[in-house]
């Protein structure tokens, strides 16, 4: 079997390969760092070729997170410090991709991945209706509606009793995913109205 050191590494190399890049470029379409805010992610491959080029980014990001953390942690039964490094590698290796010199992507599809991997369908559930509530009933910001999904996550980690080092993994990746987001959290609560 890989050494737990292995098994890490690999997560951030999966990580770290531009599904949306390659995909953008492999259908005809280009680049999608051509569009939106020029992230290398599912978002701006939407943009850029609709569902044919978003679904499939999204799909390929999402299960780049869960597929190393679910296998440490639920076949092998990983748990503190090695947990946490692998939780984070798929994560960090997306937003710092080699293959992309180290601009990739905010990582939230892999994030989503990520607490796959660990809760099952509980952590995502918790933090995706979050975000829908503060997208569509809330018309927050994009970055405010991703610190509402952390905080419910958050909750939801304290309240169901799991396991403490999740407490850690929530805190290093809600503040990667801040950081990421800063711009956007530096801006008005809510988005303007239509109808101004």
Request: aromatic content about 12%; some cysteine.
């Amino acid at each position: 079997m890989i050494s737990r050191g292995g098994w890490v590494l690999l997560a951030f190399w999966l990580g770290a390969v531009p599904f949306a890049v390659l995909l953008g470029r492999l259908s005809g379409l280009g680049d999608v760092r051509t569009v939106g805010d020029g992230n290398p992610g599912a978002t701006n491959a939407w943009k850029l070729g609709g569902w044919r080029l978003g679904l499939p980014v999204l799909i390929l990001d999402f299960f780049k997170g869960v597929l190393p953390v679910a296998v440490a942690r639920h076949a092998w039964g990983w748990n503190g410090n090695w947990l946490v490094a692998l939780a984070l590698a798929p994560v960090l290796g997306h937003a710092f991709s080699p293959f992309l010199l180290g601009r990739g992507g905010k990582g939230l599809a892999t994030t989503f991945g990520v607490w796959t991997g660990l809760t099952l369908a509980e952590g995502p559930l918790v933090m995706g209706c979050a975000i829908v509530v503060g997208l569509l009933g809330l018309r927050l910001r994009d970055g405010w509606s991703i610190a509402l999904g952390l905080l419910a996550l958050g909750a939801d980690l304290l309240l169901r009793n799991w396991p403490p080092v999740y407490m850690l993994i929530w805190a290093l990746m809600g503040g990667w995913l801040l950081w990421a987001y800063r711009y956007d959290l530096r801006l008005p609560l809510r988005k303007a109205s239509d109808h101004g």
